[in-house]
């Protein structure tokens, strides 16, 4: 599949089964979050690999998580919670720990983060593998960083879920061109603040 194909055809898969991601695709997996822009070449991200019963530990946390927060929250919200890890066979933590460095503000790092994220989705899709990118509350709350031993700095971009599609994705409409406005030819239409 070349690059064309799979960003045309990438859609997010809710519903995920066994089997996830073998050793030699995670490999594939993590090398091509490892290749996005990276301005300054920091190498910001933090991947984690949670699979097995690391996944049941993760949902306790998140439930603890929303527990602190808001300590009234029913019971049965929280079983929902530590379930949402298991809803496929294995998760990608794709965090970022800025770097001080005067030439790449840490908004920079953060997307450099996200840029890492999509080219994981994309590589899984190339793989067959189908992949969910989730955040919520989870994704900010400073416990559950801390439980990934992420340190305070540390910012988590993406909860990406992955294993066989389960079910076909569901087909998004055609996406059309995107609006732009091509300032090189209306040079015209360009004018300094000063003018």
């Given at each position: 599949m070349d690059v064309f194909e799979a960003i045309d055809t990438r859609n997010s898969v809710s519903a995920l089964t066994e089997p996830g991601p073998t050793d030699s695709q995670w490999e594939i997996l993590l090398r091509?979050?490892?290749?996005?822009?990276?301005?300054?070449?920091?190498?910001?991200?933090?991947?984690?690999?949670?699979?097995?019963?690391?996944?049941?530990?993760?949902?306790?946390?998140?439930?603890?998580?929303?527990?602190?927060?808001?300590?009234?929250?029913?019971?049965?919200?929280?079983?929902?919670?530590?379930?949402?890890?298991?809803?496929?066979?294995?998760?990608?933590?794709?965090?970022?720990?800025?770097?001080?460095?005067?030439?790449?503000?840490?908004?920079?790092?953060?997307?450099?983060?996200?840029?890492?994220?999509?080219?994981?989705?994309?590589?899984?899709h190339a793989l067959g593998l189908g992949a969910i990118w989730r955040t919520g509350a989870p994704a900010y709350d400073a416990d559950v960083a801390r439980a990934l031993s992420l340190p305070e700095e540390g910012r988590i971009v993406a909860f990406i879920y992955l294993g066989a599609p389960g079910a076909p994705a569901k087909s998004r409409a055609e996406a059309g061109p995107p609006s732009a406005v091509d300032w090189g030819a209306t040079p015209r239409d360009f004018r300094l603040p000063t003018e």
């Open positions: 091509a979050g490892a290749r996005a822009p990276d301005h300054g070449r920091l190498r910001p991200w933090r991947f984690l690999i949670v699979r097995g019963e690391a996944r049941e530990l993760l949902g306790r946390v998140m439930a603890e998580a929303l527990r602190a927060k808001k300590p009234d929250t029913p019971e049965e919200t929280l079983e929902r919670e530590r379930r949402k890890p298991l809803r496929a066979p294995a998760l990608l933590v794709v965090a970022v720990v800025p770097v001080p460095h005067p030439g790449a503000p840490e908004i920079e790092q953060i997307l450099a983060g996200g840029a890492a994220a999509q080219n994981i989705l994309l590589a899984a």
